[in-house]
């Protein structure tokens, strides 16, 4: 059975970092990718970065250049850290992996971001 296990959300002022871990376990294929989307509400589920199993890595335009994500594949974990942070990255934050050749996604429960003074 696969799962994500999120970690690493919380409460930061405007201005402030914080790191996202997200930790696969029970996957038996390969893995193709890793990523994060973020919902606030009211609003559509969206990218916010992806990396490849070959380190190539893909960011939303409003994350670019303060959002790095990284992964250690031996560990099948991907982290997301997030600087320079804003109110309107204020979200609940989703772990996502694409596996194998049938390209199956999982998501993990969430995990909840908000940037506030």
């Known amino acids: 059975q696969v799962q994500l296990v999120e970690s690493g959300g919380g409460l930061v002022q405007p201005g402030g970092s914080l790191r996202l871990s997200c930790a696969a376990s029970g996957i038996i294929f390969s893995i193709n990718a890793m990523g994060w989307y973020r919902q606030a509400p009211g609003k559509q589920r969206e990218l916010v970065a992806t990396?490849?199993?070959?380190?190539?890595?893909n960011y939303a335009d409003p994350v670019r250049d303060r959002f790095t994500i990284s992964r250690d594949g031996a560990k099948n974990t991907v982290y997301l850290q997030m600087n320079s942070l804003k109110p309107e990255d204020t979200a609940e934050y989703y772990c996502?992996?694409?596996?194998?050749?049938?390209?199956?996604?999982?998501w993990g429960q969430g995990t909840q971001v908000t940037v506030s003074s």
């Open positions: 996502n992996v694409d596996v194998g050749w049938a390209r199956t996604e999982y």
């Open positions: 990396i490849t199993s070959g380190g190539a890595t």
